[in-house]
């Protein structure tokens, strides 16, 4: 069965403490991976799509990056206001396999960085 | 440019009732797909809808169901309410069904069954 798993389930960091994210996966037919950022009570903020193995992508104290089996999120000197649940996604093909709607998230790892 | 708007925002019903949730997409999104997020979990697959057609379907029960408007906006409707499907509802909206589409979601529907 296709798994998506984010460690750790929680994190605490100090302003300006950087750390990574993980999130691994058990597919077939990967399609797409994508991270998230939500606060309490919102919806999921789109932050970056990773489409094959080795690429990369930066957004502010933000870095994502991907291998055949698992992704990083790479936090940089994080403040404050990084403190939120970020979530991995898993894009798959629906079946019949024509189109590619369906995300399947991890749980999410929680985030909070102290000042 | 709006987001996709979700509405209600919140919303509690008793065991047994029925509820509809309504979804608007980014304007030029054809795609709407439906998300149950129960606390501390990440969301749940529910359905995706693109032209007004159903192109993917999760493990859900019958009691759910949705349909997409012409204007490509949506309705997620869950019948005989169970306290279990108390959890946030999120839509998402998405150009197409491709391989390269990005999924861009919702502030979602807090739903409270008593």
């Known amino acids: 069965e296709d798994q998506v798993t984010q460690s750790p389930e929680a994190l605490r960091l100090q302003e300006g403490e950087s750390s990574s994210l993980n999130c691994s996966y058990t597919v077939s037919g990967l399609r797409g991976l994508f991270w998230y950022r939500q606060d309490p009570g919102k919806g999921p903020e789109f932050l970056f799509t990773l489409y094959s193995a080795g690429e990369e992508k930066e957004k502010e104290r933000l870095k994502a990056t991907l291998t055949k089996k698992e992704s990083f999120l790479h936090i940089t000197a994080p403040k404050p206001e990084d403190s939120a649940t970020y979530l991995c996604a898993v894009q798959f093909p629906n079946a019949g396999g024509t189109s590619y709607g369906k995300l399947t998230f991890g749980q999410g790892t929680i985030l909070t960085v102290h000042p | 440019d709006a987001g996709v708007t979700q509405s209600p925002t919140h919303l509690i019903k008793t065991r047994g009732q029925h509820v509809t949730l309504r979804c608007s997409p980014i304007s030029g999104h054809k795609s709407v797909s439906w998300y149950q997020q129960v606390l501390g979990q990440g969301p749940q697959f529910i359905f995706q809808?693109?032209?007004?057609?159903?192109?993917g379907r999760g493990n859900f029960p019958d009691r759910f169901s949705a349909r997409q408007f012409p204007n490509y906006s949506s309705e997620l409707n869950v019948n005989a309410l169970l306290l279990g499907d108390s959890a946030l509802y999120l839509c998402?909206?998405?150009f197409g069904t491709g391989t390269y589409t990005e999924a861009f979601f919702g502030q979602g529907t807090r739903l409270t069954v008593v």
């Open positions: 809808y693109y032209e007004k057609e159903e192109r």
């Open positions: 998402a909206s998405s």
